[in-house]
T-cell receptor, first 110, second 112 residues
Framework: SQQGEEDPQALSIQEGENATMNCSYK?????LQWYRQNSGRGLVHLIL?????REKHSGRLRVTLDTSKKSSSLLITASRAADTASYFC??????????FGQGTRLTINP | DTGVSQDPRHKITKRGQNVTFRCDPISEHNRLYWYRQTLGQGPEFLTYFQNEAQLEKSRLLSDRFSAERPKGSFSTLEIQRTEQGDSAMYLC??????????FGPGTRLTVL
């Protein structure tokens, strides 16, 4: 079963705009991670936020975590065509494995 | 390139045949994970190793599936008597302890 649910399932925006994706999960977590996957390729780790953190930045990425609402968001600012990919949140529930959501398919239009 | 490699990248086989995939993790990583991903879905956990010990297996891993990590370095995942439902991307990841998991490029299996 999948713990996380991403919203929206698909997002299409113009280059230069900001993209926001949301993730909700069901159980308590140690940390939450975001991954990117280009079509037919492996996953690339973007950012990890621990359960005691509320916000984290990495370059054009901003991640927030609200453990009371069991939700997280990923913001990509000043989007580029190369950001076109699927984005997954994955929760570490302390069971030595990651539980992934279904992902958000992001399309950046030139 | 994350440093995790998988071989082969693509495998087409006929139903009923056996297939084996290999994963080479980042050299100093003691944990190795296998996931399966079907089209339009997120990866689902199959099994993981700490060094050479297989410590957890998902219920998704039927008795037709077996994984090994004989010397605590590379790992193999074998599927016996393949079925069309086994068609998926098989992803390997490694980590140092419980830290960030780094994924390989995956092996795409197509069962005809």
């Amino acid at each position: 079963s999948q713990q996380g649910e991403e919203d929206p399932q698909a997002l299409s925006i113009q280059e230069g705009e900001n993209a926001t994706m949301n993730c909700s999960y069901k159980t308590s977590i140690n940390n939450l991670q975001w991954y990117r996957q280009n079509s037919g390729r492996g996953l690339v780790h973007l950012i990890l936020i621990r359960s005691n953190e509320r916000e984290k930045h990495s370059g054009r990425l901003r991640v927030t975590l609200d453990t009371s609402k069991k939700s997280s968001s990923l913001l990509i600012t000043a989007s580029r065509a190369a950001d076109t990919a699927s984005y997954f949140c994955a929760t570490d529930v302390g069971a030595q494995k990651l539980v992934f959501g279904q992902g958000t398919r992001l399309t950046i239009n030139p | 390139d994350t440093g995790v490699s998988q071989d082969p990248r693509h495998k087409i086989t006929k139903r009923g045949q056996n297939v084996t995939f290999r994963c080479d993790p980042i050299s100093e990583h003691n944990r190795l994970y296998w996931y399966r991903q079907t089209l339009g879905q997120g990866p689902e956990f199959l099994t993981y190793f700490q060094n050479e010990a297989q410590l957890e297996k998902s219920r998704l891993l039927s008795d037709r599936f077996s994984a090994e990590r004989p010397k605590g370095s590379f790992s193999t995942l074998e599927i016996q008597r393949t079925e069309q439902g086994d068609s998926a991307m098989y992803l390997c990841a490694s980590s140092l302890g419980g830290n960030t998991q780094y994924f390989g490029p995956g092996t795409r299996l197509t069962v005809l």
